[in-house]
T-cell receptor
C-alpha cells in the first residue's frame, strides 16, 4: 500500500500486557504517523515523527510510547494495555518528502491497519 | 487549532442517484484538503486532494469536490452512485508535518 507496511494485522491482548506495533516505509521520507480509528470518532493522531530522531505527541498520546528507530521505521508501544485501547491502528507516511519548515505537500499513505483487542 | 466537521454520520442514496457529502473545516491558513474512502475492513484510499489552483478537483472513481473558501467547505460529489461506492468517507485537512486532521466520517449506504 504505497510503501507503508505495518505488523501485526491482528492482536489480542489481556489487560496489562504490553506489545509493540511495527511500521516501516520505503519512500525514504521524513515524516511518519500513528493514528487510531474508533467507530464514530474518525482517525485521531497518537504520535508523529517529523524526522529521524524526533517524536511529538498528537491528539491522544496517553498510554502509548513511540520510537523512531531510523528513517524507515516508527514503532508504537503499549506498555500496559487497557480495554480503552481496543482499536484499529494505522501507520502513515506522506507521499512527498516535505518542504523546509515542516510543510508537507503530499497526502498520507496508510498501512493496512492493525486491529488490536484488549480483553 | 484545525478541525474538520462532517455533519452527516449516515447517508442513504439509491443506486444511480447523485451524491453530495459535506465537509466543513477550520484552519488558520490556506488548507490542503483531502477526501479518503474506506471500504469495510480495509485501509484508507485517497479519492482526491486540493492544494491550490482550480477549486473544482477531480478524483478517482468518478468523484469530484469543490473548495469554497467563503464557506470553509470542501464537499464531495458524484453524479451517479454505484453499489460499490458503499463505504466510509473521511474528509481531512492539513499542511504541516504534524499530520492531517480527520473528520469523524460519513457512512454511505446504497439502496438498490
Amino acid at each position: 500500500n504505497a510503501g507503508v507496511t505495518q505488523t501485526p494485522k491482528f492482536q489480542v491482548l489481556k489487560t496489562g500486557q504490553s506489545m509493540t506495533l511495527q511500521c516501516a516505509q520505503d519512500m525514504n521520507h521524513n515524516s511518519m504517523y500513528w493514528y487510531r480509528q474508533d467507530p464514530g470518532m474518525g482517525l485521531r493522531l497518537i504520535y508523529y515523527s517529523a524526522s529521524e530522531g524526533t517524536t511529538d505527541k498528537g491528539e491522544v498520546p496517553n498510554g502509548y510510547n513511540v520510537s523512531r528507530l531510523n528513517k524507515r521505521e516508527f514503532s508504537l508501544r503499549l506498555e500496559s494495555a487497557a480495554p480503552s485501547q481496543t482499536s484499529v491502528y494505522f501507520c502513515a507516511s506522506p507521499s512527498l518528502p516535505g518542504l523546509a519548515g515542516g510543510l508537507s505537500t503530499g497526502e498520507l499513505f496508510f498501512g493496512e491497519g492493525s486491529r488490536l483487542t484488549v480483553l | 487549532a484545525q478541525s474538520v466537521t462532517q455533519p452527516d454520520i449516515h447517508i442513504t442514496v439509491s443506486e444511480g442517484a447523485s451524491l453530495e457529502l459535506r465537509c466543513n473545516y477550520s484552519y488558520g491558513a490556506t488548507p490542503y484538503l483531502f477526501w479518503y474512502v474506506q471500504s469495510p475492513g480495509q485501509g484508507l484510499q485517497l479519492l482526491l486532494k486540493y492544494f491550490s489552483g482550480d477549486t473544482l478537483v477531480q478524483g478517482i472513481k468518478g468523484f469530484e469536490a469543490e473548495f469554497k473558501r467563503s464557506q470553509s467547505s470542501f464537499n464531495l460529489r458524484k453524479p451517479s452512485v454505484h453499489w460499490s461506492d458503499a463505504a466510509e468517507y473521511f474528509c481531512a485537512v492539513g499542511a504541516r508535518a504534524d499530520g492531517l486532521t480527520f473528520g469523524k466520517g460519513t457512512h454511505l449506504i446504497i439502496q438498490p
